[in-house]
């Protein structure tokens, strides 16, 4: 069975532009979660989307953005390009949209953006 | 609030090894704890998990008892490989509200033959 699967892999934007980041769950998981990685630090979370509604946001500013299509699939927004968005983004699916001993969360390879 | 305090690498052992790495956290509740492994340009794998107090997570030789008392879940692997060579990131997840996992800064293994 395929994994989360993610595109681009690796993109090059310009200070001011805007992004789109799209992530495929494992078939069957209805939940789906961004992350931003920065070099050498640990991932940081962005956003959780179960059944197409936004669920948990982390601590980002408004030009990020994110939904959910009715087939589970995701896609990142983040408009107005800084340098400091430059990481790896990554996306995480699950079965269910709420904590629970048997509801692991699994990660995609993630789209490494540049921003110069 | 909820952290994962992870000791700071990087590290490098020889093959056959013994290796630890710390990991600590703070949390409200009851929180699920993990170690998730990223290998150089992956993403990140699950490794193992414990979900309630005194479980020990076990997988590929790694393990990880949750210890509530001291608020630890740090990672073991008795005998290491050049294969191992990776970052590891511990993690909570705090078991209320949205599904997400807290993250430690990472820690880099090197392993030597």
């Known amino acids: 069975d395929a994994g989360v699967t993610q595109s681009p892999t690796h993109l090059i934007k310009t200070r001011g532009q805007h992004v789109t980041l799209r992530c495929s769950p494992i078939?069957?998981?209805?939940?789906v979660s961004w992350y931003q990685q920065v070099l050498g630090q640990g991932p940081q979370f962005i956003f959780q989307?179960?059944?197409?509604?936004?669920?948990g946001r982390g601590n980002f500013p408004d030009r990020f953005s994110a939904r959910q299509f009715p087939n589970y699939s995701s896609e990142l927004n983040v408009n107005a390009l800084l340098l400091g968005d430059s990481a790896l983004y990554l996306c995480?699916?699950?079965?269910?949209?709420?904590?629970?001993?048997?509801?692991?969360?699994?990660f995609g390879e993630g789209s490494w953006l540049t921003v110069v | 609030g909820n952290s994962v305090t992870q000791m700071e690498g990087p590290v490098t052992l020889s093959e056959e090894a013994f290796l630890t790495i710390n990991c600590t956290y703070t949390?409200?509740?009851?929180?699920?704890l993990f170690w998730y492994v990223q290998y150089p340009g992956e993403g990140l794998q699950l490794l193992l998990k414990a979900t309630k107090a005194d479980d020990k997570g076990s997988n590929k030789g790694f393990e990880a008892t949750y210890r509530k008392e001291t608020t630890s879940f740090h990672l073991e692997k008795g005998s290491v490989q050049v294969s191992d060579s990776a970052v590891y990131f511990c993690a909570l997840s705090d078991q209320t509200g949205a599904n997400n996992l807290f993250f430690g800064t990472g820690t880099r293994l090197t392993v030597i033959p």
């Open positions: 949390a409200t509740g009851y929180p699920s």
């Open positions: 995480a699916s699950s079965l269910i949209g709420t904590p629970s001993s048997g509801n692991t969360i699994y």
């Open positions: 078939s069957g998981h209805k939940s």
């Open positions: 989307y179960y059944e197409k509604e936004e669920r």
